[in-house]
């Protein structure tokens, strides 16, 4: 192969560990080169944080001359030929250049090859089949360069047979043309998606989730959400989804917020569910604990920021809700209710700063009351009141209250 480019790699977290590895594997004289994403996130300007390796060398003698070099390597998949390389704190996947054989879905037969276009002609995407050396040295054994800066996401070879080797693939295809899609997708990738997204169902809830979260996470990945539902593949993942139009409110919202994407706010924007319905929903996916608790709490919570009942009221939920997600949940308003002024909202929460709660459970009890639960009673009552009053009660005030409110029997 001939390079086409060259990128610089300075930038590149985990470097100084990946050159000691790649030293490594040239023990034998054989060249091994950096793979998929690291070489194409550099070549768009974007951060490297996770660096692959390729290698002529099979898996054994990869794990030899690791060892000779003081490093520790892992048989994550050596069925596959893949070895992880650990240096440092950091970990490194190399893998064997492959051809496939026979193919079983994921459990494709591989062979090792000496052969760098074998190996390029196996990847899912173009984009992916990227290459390059210790000194920057890029090689494009299949045009990929070309569709990176096209914006054309594009499957290596034949459509259907990629999707055939891991139903997955049609899912990333989705994912990388929401982070770098820019051109119109391919017709027949496109059909191929359509004829296998039924088979979708025999993936697991955490690799569906897996590619689902992530293709949230694009800047904007309304494109790549509507052609899935126009070509009746979101069905097969997410039947909840009513419209996936309402996340362009969303996005403009969390720029003026200064929000990075979040998967799970805006997974809520393009549903309408109860919080009964969204714990299925959570749990058909397989959230983690504290995902699924936080959904819930986005698409049903406890109180709704609202735009037409002013500036107290809305406080009042900052104050309740906690200011995060009280900008969480008027952000998606907006995706649901673009036509409200939420932007209000936003500029109201930028601004306001509320006060602790003037008194404590001390106060109650050295007022003669020692029962706990009355003791709890009683601290509500009073903040509820501070609260109403839009704050504006100080500590003296709040004590005065305090004995009314005794007093009264309230």
Known sequence: MQPVCVIKLDDWHGLAQAKVVMKALSAAGSISLFVGGCVRNALLGERVTEIDIATP??????????????????????EHGTITAICGARGFQITTLRKDIENFGRSARVEFTLNWNEDAARRDLTLNALYCDIKGNVFDPLDGLADLKAGRIRFVGNPKARIQEDILRLLRYFRFYAYYGTEPADDRALEACREFAPKIRKLSAERVWGELSKLFLAQDPTPALGMMKENSILSYLLPEVVCCDSLNS???????????????????????????????????????????????????PKEQPDPQR?????????????????????????????????????????????????????????????????????MKGIETWWIEGDFSADRQACLRYLDYFIGAGI
């Open 57 to 78: 060398e099979s898996p054994e003698r990869v794990l030899t001359f690791l060892k000779q070099a003081g490093l520790r390597g892992v048989k994550t998949g050596i």
């Open 310 to 378: 002013g500036q107290k009221h809305n406080r009042a939920i900052i104050y309740r809700l906690g200011k995060g997600f009280f900008i969480e949940l008027s952000i998606l308003g907006g995706a649901k209710f673009p036509d409200k002024d939420w932007l209000s909202l936003l500029e109201l929460a930028e601004v306001t700063s509320l006060p602790s709660f003037p008194i404590k459970g001390s106060d109650v009890i050295s007022s003669g009351i020692t029962e706990g639960a009355r003791v709890g009673e009683i």
């Open 250 to 300: 969303m996005i403009q919202l969390e720029k003026r917020a200064g929000l990075q994407p979040d998967y799970l706010r805006r997974l809520a924007a393009i549903v309408d569910l109860c919080r009964d319905e969204a714990n299925i929903l959570a749990s058909r996916l397989k959230f983690s604990k504290v995902d699924r608790i936080r959904f819930c709490n986005l698409c049903e």
